[in-house]
């Protein structure tokens, strides 16, 4: 392998690893990342995930390189290829959960095999203890298809056999449920083989064992031995047949073994208020790490550890950082364990963190930044005209008869993900609540139910993802969180329930742990706390991302992962002003246009975002849509006419440039794309269809409509309106991409690109965004290069974009400390379009870079497209530099040179060859 080099954090690439893109295939095109100036490739996680994963996120085996994306080999392979072109890695890592259920967790089915016996069971962050006696000692599993009793009736319950490894599982589909060795005696006893009934006696031997685990071992190797012989295989099989639940006799069998494991089988649809073990979110597959125990630790993370020491990884992201129990504490002992591993060197780590309105991430984590979402907000921001606001509410009101703003809509979302998915983690808080109150004579007759509509108010109104309560109390900068959400629960209870949220107030960080001597009552508290937090982290995830924002269509744009959606618009200054602010505090924070969670592609919502400038132009078009829509209707059913505005505004953010409304093949292809989202989307807003209760014959109203629309002759009136109206924004939101693109890659921060998205991105939620980029394709146009007049022309094609990333991380790689720690520099514009320009210099020593790119200029720039000379629009409008002396001489990013004269550029000098531009000085 290449020897070790500290490659500089320049720029970082995005890539999703699964069976079908593998480790070797990203090997492949390292050459072309180079060439277009990646610095890092960015990697999903690579630690073996569920078989058939297309994210790796449901991680199985933290020890292991994944074998289906080729493995440590093909780890090495990618590595030694990234240091032949002077780059490094950045490896994503899963802290906070894994994947379970099924039967590939082996941790998990040890767990589930021995209880609270197994080294594992402090792995899994587990509640045993319960009021349930159905539920004390025992873990729930909520995986049947139905109910219990139904699914072991029906039969979909099988007590089966493993000769391989000697053990006994109920099986249930994909479902693997280990029956604990200590039971292996009942189920070989009855067998008639001598050798099998002496083996039996055994494992009875185990319920008096002081190691049952590490005896069982030994006697399950004896076990898979012996069944190799086919009379011993054949009698166990035999044996089998008497828990087949089809029958009374073999259903009591059955269910008085199950009732004797550590864990008790439920349908799916108790996990809601049941389960007793934190998720991701609400999902069942994925359990909670108790990653705050340095056994846990260093289990989940030695093989990370290990290829760090190596060399093999360069940088870390750290996914879900707020479902941590102490996210602060974490990133600390992380930054400690590495610097040992890495002495003497900057070893980058980033976490994905989703920062509310005006939050700011804490300064004393030892970490670089986040990974950007952030800043998609502020760019979208500065794209959208505030004049739109109003017009485009009043319009989704109009014709939805829906909340015309986000807040509230939000705040429903969030009271009825409280109440259904997320219900049985509402309950343990509010329990965790009621043992504090409890263990204090002065609050101990405050009630359940009080507490648990006083937490449900406080949660709802939390403005943020979480607060981070420590030993010393809430943070100084969560203080105003806290009353913001305190204000907002005094509004929703009745007096009476007003002093249970001065206790809150008090118990959640006003009152400091670490003041109660060591003990229970200090557990009990701290235990509160940590509880309250990973509570308002998937609240606010489940209710604004997977919720609110499929509900609220006033503009898609303004609905994104990390977003303030309640604020529409923001100014020049504002952005200025994020911008020194990141400088000073993470210089090296990531800076994302586009992710893997991502709602829309970039360029989508920069398209989007073309109708705030005109507003009244699109309501216009949505009167007439409407009409020429009511024949593709079946019936009334569907779509709602909430449901039917999102998905015009869908497709006039993710049209296909090269797309005709007559071409069938094309728009086949499309409207596979279009239903996958559509179906989601549905799903995910919870009001005529949900996952957990699917409406199908909406869901078939809404698949009709959208068949008939883009597939079938009565809709190619509609399909050709639609597609005009792309036509008349396309071009307008593509240059808000490019400016977009050029502000990730010179305002202060590292760019991060998204696989795929160095061409036009129109791309969907998942799994739209995940599908397979045309690498080939992208690496010839980076062959072809094209002039300036060219790619204007042919601008649909997306070459331009990517040119503009080739060349701008060049000149990053050329003045490496101009970009990374460089002065940022707000430049005033004057003259008739000076609204319509954000300018600003980086300066670092006498070098000096300015760049400039319009805004909001739809309605400025309509009668042009990309491929038009409109310098004539910018002639009467400056640039005002800082600088001193004149006569400067400034290079663009093609090669044209601008003196300036009198410290003013000419927005027209510097838009003459390219529709925005970075200018450096010579």
């Given amino acids: 392998m290449t020897p070790r080099t500290c490659t500089a954090l320049r720029a970082t690439m995005r890539l999703q690893f699964y069976p079908g893109f593998t480790l070797d295939d990203a090997c492949r095109q390292v050459p072309y990342f180079a060439r277009l100036g990646i610095s890092h490739v960015y990697a999903s996680p690579l630690l073996t995930a569920r078989e058939g994963s297309l994210h790796g996120y449901d991680v199985v085996d933290p020890t292991r390189v994944s074998p289906a994306l080729g493995g440590e080999p093909a780890l090495r392979r990618l590595v030694a290829g990234l240091r032949a072109h002077g780059m490094s890695l ?15 967790n082996p941790w998990w089915q040890d767990l589930l095999a021995w209880g609270r016996s197994s080294p594992y069971a402090e792995f899994f962050d587990i509640k045993w203890h319960s009021s349930d006696p159905l539920l004390e000692g025992q873990l729930l599993l909520p995986f049947l298809a139905n109910d219990y009793a139904a699914t072991l009736q029906d039969g979909s319950v099988r007590l089966r056999y493993n000769p391989d490894a000697g053990d006994f599982h109920a099986e249930h589909g994909s479902h693997h449920f280990p029956i604990c060795p ?19 006696a055994r494992f009875e031997g185990l319920q008096g064992s002081h190691d049952p685990r590490h005896h069982a071992q030994a006697l399950q190797a004896e076990l898979a031995h012996l069944t190799q012989a086919p009379s011993c295989r054949q009698a166990i099989e035999q044996q089998l047949l008497q828990y087949d639940a089809r029958g009374a006799a073999g259903f009591e069998r059955l269910h008085q073994l199950l009732e004797r494991q550590s864990y008790r089988l439920a349908s799916w649809r ?82 994905e963190k989703i920062l509310g309105l005006d939050e700011q991430l804490p300064g004393d984590w030892w970490v670089d930044g986040t990974t950007g979402y952030e800043f998609m907000d502020q760019v979208s921001l500065l794209q959208h005209d505030p004049q739109g606001a109003q017009p485009l509410a009043d319009l989704w009101a109009a014709h939805s008869h829906r909340i015309g703003e986000f807040k509230p809509e939000a705040l429903l979302a969030r009271q009825q993900i409280l109440n259904g998915s997320l219900a049985g983690d509402t309950e343990r808080v509010a329990r965790a609540l009621m043992d504090v109150a409890r263990d204090d004579l002065m609050s101990r007759d405050l009630t359940l139910g009080a507490i648990r509509r006083a937490l449900k108010a406080l949660v709802i109104h939390f403005p943020v993802y979480r607060t981070y309560i420590s030993a010393a109390g809430r943070r100084p900068a969560d203080e105003a969180v806290f009353q913001q959400a305190l204000q ?33 009552s200090r557990k009990l508290l701290r235990h509160a706390c940590v509880r309250f937090q990973q509570l308002t982290s998937p609240t606010a995830a489940k209710a604004v991302e997977d919720t609110a924002f499929y509900r609220y269509g006033v503009l898609l744009s303004r609905n994104d992962v990390g977003f303030s959606t309640e604020r529409f618009s923001a100014t020049p200054e504002a952005f200025h002003q994020a911008c020194q602010q990141r400088l000073e505090h993470f210089p090296d924070n990531l800076l994302a246009t586009a992710t893997h969670d991502h709602k829309r592609g970039e360029d989508c919502r920069a398209r989007l975002a073309v109708l705030s400038e005109r507003s009244i132009w699109y309501a216009h078009c949505v009167q007439a849509w409407r009409a020429l829509a009511v024949p593709l209707r079946t019936d009334t059913s569907g779509p709602t006419p909430g449901d039917e505005l999102i998905l015009y505004q869908t497709l006039l953010g993710t049209w296909p440039l090269e797309l005709r409304p007559d071409d069938a093949e094309g728009l086949q292809r499309y409207y596979e794309r ?77 760019p991060d690109f998204y696989q795929g998205s160095e061409l036009w991105d129109l791309s ?56 990374s720690r460089g002065r940022y520099l707000p430049l005033k514009v004057t003259g008739p379009h000076a609204d319509q320009v954000l300018a600003f210099a980086r300066q670092s020593g006498d070098q000096y870079a300015v760049i400039a790119v319009p805004r909001l200029t739809a309605n400025t720039t309509q009668n042009h497209t990309l491929g038009e000379n409109n310098q004539s629009i910018w002639i009467d409008t400056v640039i005002e530099l800082p600088f001193a002396g004149s006569g400067d001489t400034l290079k663009g990013l093609l090669g044209d040179t601008t003196v300036i004269k009198k410290k003013g550029l000419r927005v027209c000098d510097a838009f003459d060859t390219l529709p925005v531009n970075l200018l450096i000085s010579i």
Avoid at 91 to 104: C, E, R
Avoid at 182 to 193: N, P, V
Avoid at 277 to 305: Q, S, Y
């Fill in 90 to 104: 950045i490896l994503d890592i899963v802290s906070n959960h894994m994947a379970v259920g099924g039967a590939d």
């Fill in 182 to 200: 200590r039971d292996y005696g009942k189920l070989l006893s009855g067998s008639g083989q001598p050798a099998l009934h002496a083996l039996a």
């Fill in 270 to 351: 108790t996990a809601a208020d049941d389960i007793n073990w934190r998720r991701f979110f609400d999902v069942n597959e994925l359990a909670g790490l108790r990653v705050e125990r340095p056994t846990v630790f260093e289990a989940t993370h030695g093989k990370i550890f290990q290829l760090i020491a190596e060399g093999l990884v360069d940088g870390l992201r750290i996914d879900h950082i707020d479902g941590l129990a102490d996210p602060r504490g974490y990133c600390r002992k992380l930054r400690r364990r590495i610097e040992r591993l890495v002495p003497g060197r900057h070893f980058p780590i980033h976490v």
């Fill in 488 to 520: 907002g629960a005094h509004s929703d209870l009745n007096e009476s329930d007003w002093p249970v949220l001065d206790y809150l107030e008090r118990w959640l960080g006003t009152e400091r742990w670490r003041s109660r001597l060591p003990g229970r």
């Fill in 674 to 750: 279009l239903w996958l989202w559509q179906l989601k989307a549905l799903r995910e807003a919870k009001l005529e269809t949900a996952w957990a209760a699917p409406n199908e014959p909406y869901e078939h109203a809404v698949e009709t409509f959208l068949q008939r629309l883009l597939l079938q002759t009565d809709g190619l009136v509609l399909r050709t309106a639609v597609h005009k109206a792309c036509e008349s924004i396309a071009s307008a939101g593509a240059l808000n991409g490019l400016s977009q693109c050029l502000l990730k890659m010179t305002t202060p921060g590292v």
């Fill in 764 to 819: 969907l939620v998942d799994p739209d965004n995940r599908r397979a980029v045309d690498f080939d394709q992208r690496q010839a146009m980076l062959d072809s290069p094209r002039s300036a007049p060219q790619m204007l022309a042919e601008w649909r094609s997306g070459a331009i974009k990517q040119a503009l990333i080739a060349r701008t991380l060049k000149c990053r790689a050329e003045h490496p400390e101009l970009f």
